[in-house]
């Protein structure tokens, strides 16, 4: 079956007017024949086919004004039967429309370090308004392009020697619409989650020295904090354990395709969000290390993806930063499960029947117990424990 | 008010008569195509068809050597393709694709081709008369025994350049070849509307240039006429200026109601089409059969549909490739635009 | 580079870490990561910018050394001499 | 080296040109019995001949145009269009067919052409003899654009613009064809930077062609009043040299910019937005600018020296931009 679509007919075109038809269904045409009238900007215009075939459906509605492009009638080739051209209409796909959307390259301001002896970059208004306030211009922190002391910089270090800095308006509200979040998303999961909790020590004498001795090898940029094996124990477990990682909806469990692991971070005004990082399975310590950066990074920068906020299907809160020996979290709705680590310190642990000081953390589970129930919890903190004992492994 | 179609022996060797029987529907042929992929937008821009003229080019484009320079007007499919441009990069060049004859900078309008001193098509109206007359000074100061062809329409008569090229190549006898493809209209106004002398040869002679009014229709007429013009202008006895009169069966180009001229003075002209009573003339002479002709319209149709396929494997020239060419390499300028550190 | 020069640099980098604090009330003598809430991601990320804009390499092992902000200023100040 | 007049300069370039390339010739309007509206090619027919020294009807559009099929041709043409202000007419062929010529043909050809024009004000020929367009020309990609300002750059230049595969425009400013000055006999020059004509620490005069002695005459006087200032010649207007005018401007933190065209638009206007884009933070005061004002030429003296940039000018703006007005 062949199409008769609306035609470009100039260079500044886009929509035509259809006027009349020059054909009925059932006539035969041939490249070249006039076959409907369409109007332009200009005048009315003959409107010509370039294919043979005899006209089948009459589509366009004079009077109507459509796109370039529009199919306005159908034809059957040469030889084809209308059953044939009705069957393939049934198979052919809807038009699917493709739209190639740019991916919006993130613009990060990149501040070049301030060469030491440069001139110092200060802004021409800078300059001026720095020698009324009497402020010394070249010792100002810039926070302006390639770290040059903007207006904004002189007049904050001004105010800096007076009063204390107001946190602005607009901030407050934005910490308080968070707060509101959090608190909703809190006592939901109590209310629908059954939460079962447990908890494990685990020894890290493998694992601190295998970080020492890694890190040493690499330059400052590339070092491995003790987060990421904690990570990548997590999500390795999950693998063994898939009743760990997923999602529970309409009443039913829907185990997760691929281990997104949400990453617990606090905001420096307060508040706390769990962003994801994607496929920690399959990701080596080292891009582990460089997604929790940037992640953390744009996390207090405000500038997160909704695709990074919206799909874990685990969390770790990793609160032993903050010198808590161990962590009982909420699990975050409709998530099944949530590890908490605590601070890493050194323990009294029996090893082999002797007692020895070695460090260690404890790692603690809340899990949704409509999933899984405490002997499977039990197992799976075990497997992190026994992950975190092979560190060259993970 | 037409002259009849032309008739009677055609006195050229056979191969060579169905050589201009071949390229006349290879331009029809291609030039269809081009209405065609325009309105699937594949083409944009302006684009001018030269259906109903392909008698000049077909006829004209023989008669001169691959040493001599064709200065030619945007609507020089027909004039380039015979010149001995590839179909394929001429489609690919309207496609946008950087396999054009223009690397795709130029598109329909601007076909460009160094082998075969095609110094192309040209947007500016009269634009390539003084070119042509440069090309003609440059050959005369070198010696070089060369003619270059010049092709215009009559809309180009009224510009300042025709009178100004015309008195410096009479003044200073320079091999040039006027071919002015007479078509009745200078986009939507008639001659007699924007011309006061509609002559066109007379209005050539004041200059003291011998001329030539020919039929334009007529392919057989139209090769005469180029040859002996062009011998005389290779002999160096300076500039020679023909008026083929003929006639564009479609729109000035693709955006054009043609309110201008009414219906029935197309079809009159189309009686006297360039392709079918020139084939009919063969038939009559025994030169011609319907299946030699159906032949013809294959090959030519295989030959527009390869060109298809060029273009549409063509690929788009890098970004980056921007502002190559804006200079010669040898003496690039410092990086320029945009704030250059 | 004058120890000064290093003092703008090292607050200019913590600044950019923890954009809230003020020179003025961060105390050189006692421990920046007790007046300072910084975790151990911020931490890694403080010194990797000194170690960018002062090119300088600071192994774990010397963690122990980088308590006040005068022994980051001294430890610094010896190092890139 | 000896002293001769920047019209003998260019005579002699002529010359050199014609005698080392027997594809270079000269066209334009009476540059041949008449020898020239300037008097720059007095003599040339009578040694190069007819064919060589073309005398060519009053039709810019048509020889300007075959100058650039001529150079397409084979040929190194030299077309001189008698003065910036006839140009106008030329335009659609220098712009359309030269400028674009070789972009727009993929790289096929090349338009190896020079075309040299008188330009400027202050001899009271009024409005449609007094134009100061460069700018125009500096405004397209495809050709290069020079302004000669010396004695040295009069005799210098030509030989490398011909040697340009692209298409050259060369402006001769009408109040520079009387200037003497010292010259080597066969100087060797570039045409692709700025020179600095007095160095200085105070402020950076960026100039250029007939606007270059007013512009020295002006350091003088500011000297003489503390204030020591760089004087920049662009030489080149097309490309700009901004690493020279980047170069002065962090040295002396102030620009003032002389251009005989009016300000709107104008080429200073490109000059001080390149300063703002490179040098920003150098600055320690608004770049200004001294140029023509906003009005056709008149023909009277008093009236065409009041529209015109002149040295008193220059030395207030430069003061004013130090802080000293």
Redo the contacts between chains.
């Keep these: 079956m062949i199409e008769f679509k609306l035609?470009?007919?100039?260079?500044?075109?886009d929509k035509g007017k259809f006027l009349e038809w020059r054909i009925k269904p059932g006539d035969q045409v041939k490249?070249?024949d006039v076959v409907a009238v369409v109007d332009?900007s200009?005048?009315?215009?003959d409107v010509?086919i370039?294919n043979e075939g005899t006209v089948y459906e009459l589509i366009a509605e004079p009077g109507v004004t459509m796109r370039?492009?529009t199919v306005m009638a159908t034809l059957l080739a040469p030889g084809e039967t209308p059953e044939a051209a009705e069957a393939e209409k049934r198979t052919r796909p809807a038009a699917v429309a493709v739209s190639v959307q740019a991916e919006a390259v993130p613009v990060t301001a990149v501040?070049a370090?301030?060469v030491?002896g440069e001139r110092r970059?200060?802004?021409?208004v800078a300059?001026r308004r720095a020698a009324e306030l009497g402020v010394d211009a070249e010792?100002v922190?810039?926070t302006g392009p390639h770290?040059?002391v903007t207006l904004e910089d002189v007049e904050r270090a001004a105010a800096?020697?007076k009063a204390?800095?107001a946190v602005p308006a607009a901030q407050l509200d934005k910490q308080a619409e968070m707060r509101r979040a959090i608190a909703a998303a809190m006592s939901r999961s109590k209310r629908e989650i059954p939460h079962y909790y447990l908890s494990e020590r685990v020894p890290l004498q493998n694992a601190t020295l295998w970080l020492?001795a890694e890190?040493?090898r690499r330059?400052?940029?590339e070092?491995v904090?003790?987060?990421a094996l904690f990570l990548k124990s997590v999500a390795l477990a999950c693998e063994t354990y898939p009743d760990m990682n997923g999602l529970y909806r309409d009443g039913k469990f829907e185990p997760g395709a691929s281990v997104h692991v949400g990453v617990a971070i606090?905001l420096?005004?307060g508040g706390l969000i769990a962003p994801a990082i994607h496929d920690v399975q399959k990701k080596s310590l080292t891009q582990l290390m460089q997604d929790?950066?940037d992640l953390?990074?744009r996390a207090r920068a405000g500038s997160l993806r909704s695709s990074e906020m919206s799909d874990p299907t685990i969390t770790v809160t990793n609160l032993g930063?903050?010198g808590v020996e161990s962590v009982f979290g909420v699990i975050y709705p409709p998530q099944v499960a949530l590890v908490g680590f605590g601070r890493v310190a050194e323990l009294a642990c029996v090893v082999e029947g002797g007692l020895r000081i070695i460090p260690a953390v404890t790692a603690s589970l809340a899990a949704d117990h409509r999933v899984s129930d405490g002997h499977r919890g039990a197992l799976f903190l075990a497997e992190i424990r026994r992950l975190l004992q092979q560190p060259e492994t993970l | 008010m037409i002259a009849p179609p032309p008739s009677g022996p055609v006195p050229f060797p056979r191969e060579f008569a169905l050589r201009l029987l071949a390229d006349m529907v290879r331009i029809r042929r291609l030039e269809e195509k081009c209405a065609e992929l325009y309105g699937e937008g594949k083409i944009r821009g302006f684009l001018h068809l030269y259906i109903g003229e392909e008698a000049v080019a077909t006829g004209a484009m023989p008669a001169f050597a691959p040493e001599d320079n064709i200065v030619a007007t945007y609507r020089e499919h027909g004039q380039a393709l015979l010149r001995g441009v590839s179909m394929g990069s001429i489609m690919a060049e309207m496609y946008g694709k950087q396999e054009g004859c223009s690397r795709g900078r130029g598109g329909s309008m601007h076909l460009f081709d160094a082998k075969t001193r095609f110094f192309g098509g040209n947007a500016i109206v009269g634009g390539g008369l003084p070119l042509a007359v440069g090309f003609a000074l440059a050959d005369h100061l070198r010696k070089n025994r060369r003619v270059t062809a010049c092709f215009f329409g009559d809309g180009a008569v009224a510009e300042g350049a025709f009178h100004e090229s015309m008195n410096l190549a009479a003044l200073w006898k320079l091999p040039v070849l006027f071919c002015c493809e007479n078509n009745l209209y200078a986009m939507g106004t008639a001659l007699a509307r924007y011309e006061s002398q509609t002559d066109l040869c007379a209005k050539a002679a004041a200059f003291g240039v011998p001329t030539l009014k020919v039929d334009g229709m007529d392919v057989v007429a139209v090769h005469e006429a180029t040859v002996r013009a062009g011998e005389r202008v290779r002999s160096g006895k300076g500039p020679f200026f023909i008026e083929f009169q003929t006639y564009r069966f479609r729109a000035h180009s693709m955006f054009d109601a043609e309110l201008y001229r009414d219906k029935r003075e197309v079809e009159e002209w189309k009686t006297r089409g360039p392709i079918h009573t020139y084939s009919a003339r063969l038939k009559s002479q025994g030169m011609l059969t319907e299946e030699q002709f159906l032949e013809i319209d294959r090959a030519a149709n295989q030959e527009v549909d390869q060109a298809v396929a060029f273009a549409e494997g063509g690929t788009w020239e890098p970004v980056e490739d921007l502002l190559r060419d804006v200079h010669t390499p040898a003496v690039a300028a410092p990086a320029e635009g945009g704030a250059s550190r | 580079m004058t120890n000064e020069e290093i003092r703008t640099i090292v607050l200019a980098t913590l600044k950019g870490i923890a954009p809230e604090i003020e020179e003025s009330d961060l105390r050189p003598d006692r421990p920046l990561r007790d007046q300072v809430d910084l975790d151990s991601m911020d931490w890694l990320n403080f010194l990797v910018g000194l170690h960018q804009r002062l090119q300088v390499e600071i192994p774990e092992a010397d963690y122990r050394k980088l308590t006040t902000l005068d022994t980051v200023i001294a430890y610094l100040a010896q190092k890139c001499v | 080296m000896s002293v001769i007049s920047y019209r003998e300069a260019m005579r002699q370039a002529l010359r050199e040109a014609l005698s080392r390339d027997e594809r270079v010739f000269l066209m334009g309007e009476d540059i041949g019995k008449y020898g020239g509206t300037y008097a720059v090619s007095k003599g040339l027919l009578e040694e190069f001949g007819p064919e060589r020294i073309r005398d060519a009807p009053l039709s810019e559009l048509g020889f300007v145009g075959a100058g650039v099929g001529a150079a397409m041709g084979g040929m190194r043409p030299i077309v001189e269009v008698m003065t910036v202000n006839f140009s106008l007419l030329a335009l659609d062929q220098i712009v359309n067919s030269a400028a674009l010529m070789r972009h727009m043909s993929g790289g096929q050809f090349s338009v190896p052409l020079v075309i040299r024009m008188a330009t400027g004000a202050g001899r009271q020929v009024a409005a449609q003899h007094s134009h100061s367009l460069e700018g125009w020309y500096a405004h397209i990609p495809g050709i290069r654009v020079l302004a000669p300002a010396t004695v040295e750059d009069a005799r210098g230049m030509l030989w490398p613009a011909l040697e340009d595969p692209d298409p050259v425009v060369i402006f001769e400013h009408v109040q520079l064809y009387n200037l003497e000055g010292e010259c080597a006999d066969a100087p060797r020059v570039d045409i692709a930077s700025a020179a600095v004509r007095r160095a200085g620490g105070n402020v950076s005069l960026i100039t250029y062609g007939g606007s270059l002695p007013k512009t020295m005459d002006a350091a003088g006087q500011l000297a003489a009043q503390g204030i020591d200032a760089e004087v920049i010649d662009l030489r080149v207007l097309r490309p700009l040299d901004t690493e020279t005018i980047a170069a002065s401007v962090r040295k002396t933190r102030r620009a003032v910019v002389v251009d005989e065209g009016w300000r709107t638009g104008s080429l200073a206007a490109e000059v001080m937005a390149r300063i703002m884009e490179n040098s920003f933070y150098d600055l320690d005061a608004p770049v200004t600018r001294v140029c023509s004002e906003e009005a056709p030429i008149p023909y009277a003296k008093h009236m065409e020296d009041a529209a015109l940039p002149q040295a008193a000018k220059i030395v207030a703006a430069a003061r004013e931009i130090c802080g000293k007005s």
Excluded: H, I
């Design positions: 035609p470009s007919l100039g260079a500044d075109m490249r070249g332009t200009k005048a009315a215009v010509e370039w370039v492009g501040a370090p301030v030491p970059r200060v802004s021409p300059r010792s922190a810039g770290g040059a800096a020697t204390a800095p020492q890190n040493a330059g400052l940029t070092r904090l003790m987060a606090s420096r005004q929790l950066t953390v990074k930063d903050q």
